[in-house]
């Protein structure tokens, strides 16, 4: 098998403020990903502000861009990339195609506020426990980079690129497609659920969710197209129907946890536990509904999130991404009290040790008993699936597909490999 022919990826070192001086970091001519990797970590020590790098490749013929926010050729993010494009080198191979992909890597300090610790890296099938960046075709890797440093001014080899809007908006839109994913995957689990409940209570209130995505959606897009939102988007009732959702998830986190607290320590008798969590044996319950209505609503949440810190932060566009960082950590804290709630549920649930009943009359355990509980058993630790599993302070990679016509695709975050 022959070597994967190598590529010449153009790379920009981006800051968000002007008042910064590039640290005494010696950027040669071309550099290796383990060299890029390394420039990232010190950039992270020795930068007074947060530096994201962008890398530019071709577009493959088999990315999915099904799964991202499109913007139009005029579109703040698509006009400043373009401007970025005129600046690639002529021995780069992405000069060769209109078609490319941008990958920005957001810093480790800032990513947790970013990614709401809800990421996950892309698994490497080829090694076992790798990772690797989405930026895959169908047949792999298909070369080997060399990354050569480009400045905003072909001044100097070293100098910073300033480019806070560009980088604010990268991030929200990321952060918006990451949120919306994770709204469709609930909304699938809780209308499976609700089909078979028959619960009109429960569909008004997956409905009246759902019905919020219209106006998220039109307000993601007029702000991150720099505009501004006004009441006829309907973003203010959008919200107001999300809180009271959040409010109800609340509610039912803190009854469930208290329930869980009177179980005894060990084993748990499956009635003891049907009790204390009604519906928990029943793969139908409201329970469970109740469960997936949360996820749904704390999904919407983060989009709302996301939504709030981009107004704020383009308030005072002289630091947008401090102030988005800062805005979206305040925001997220309560919300971050809801999922840790959540998780704990899951997760007390899934370890439970359960037992059949051994009540005074209980002298034979039938076969459908027997059933019922390793129905049961099964279903709990199932719940420990959806435990969230934060990356900690981890690089975030967001690539951005550019198309012939100008037009951008943000694709949703992963983990920087």
Not at 293 to 311: G, P, S, T, W
Request: aromatic share 4%.
């Amino acid at each position: 098998m022959s070597d994967p022919t190598p590529e010449v990826v153009p790379i920009w070192t981006l800051t968000t403020t002007a008042e910064m001086a590039m640290p005494p970091v010696k950027l040669d001519e071309a550099m290796s990903a383990g060299r890029l990797a390394e420039l990232r970590s010190v950039l992270a020590v020795l930068a007074e502000a947060p530096v994201t790098t962008l890398e530019v490749r071709p577009k493959p013929r088999d990315i999915d861009t099904s799964r991202g926010l499109s913007f139009g050729s005029a579109s703040p993010i698509a006009q400043q990339l373009s401007s970025f494009a005129t600046q690639i080198p002529a021995s780069g191979s992405a000069a060769k195609s209109s078609e490319v992909v941008y990958r920005m890597v957001v810093p480790a300090k800032v990513a947790s506020q970013v990614s709401g610790g809800a990421l996950n890296p892309m698994q490497s099938k080829a090694v076992a426990g790798g990772v690797h960046s989405a930026l895959v075709g169908k047949k792999g890797i298909a070369a080997q980079a060399t990354f050569v440093p480009v400045t905003a001014s072909a001044a100097t080899a070293g100098a910073m690129a300033v480019a806070a809007p560009l980088i604010l908006l990268t991030v929200a839109a990321g952060a918006s497609v990451h949120a919306e994913q994770q709204r469709k995957a609930a909304i699938e689990r809780v209308t499976a659920l609700l089909e078979k409940l028959h619960q009109d209570k429960l569909d008004d209130e997956r409905n009246r969710l759902d019905g919020c995505r219209n106006a998220i959606d039109k307000a993601t897009a007029v702000l991150l197209d720099r505009g501004n939102i006004s009441s006829s988007l309907g973003l203010g009732p959008a919200v107001h129907v999300i809180d009271t959702a959040i409010a109800a998830a609340e509610h039912r986190a803190q009854g469930w946890r208290q329930a869980l607290d009177g179980l005894p320590e060990g084993k748990v008798e499956l009635p003891a536990l049907t009790a204390a969590i009604e519906g928990i044996e029943d793969a139908g319950s409201e329970f469970y509904a109740h469960l997936e209505l949360a996820d749904l609503a704390v999904a919407l949440k983060r989009r709302i999130i996301v939504l709030q810190a981009v107004e704020h932060a383009q308030q005072d566009e002289g630091n947008a991404f401090e102030n988005f960082a800062a805005a979206l950590k305040l925001d997220a804290q309560n919300l971050e009290k809801l999922i840790s709630d959540l998780d704990d549920v899951r997760l007390r649930l899934s370890t439970l040790q359960l037992d059949r009943s051994h009540g005074f009359r209980d002298f034979t355990f039938s076969s459908s008993s027997v059933d019922r509980l390793l129905n049961t058993s099964q279903r709990l630790r199932d719940l420990g699936d959806g435990v969230s599993r934060p990356l900690g302070q981890s690089d975030i990679a967001i690539e951005i597909v550019q198309d012939s016509d100008g037009s951008v695709t943000v694709l949703p975050p992963t983990a920087a490999s």
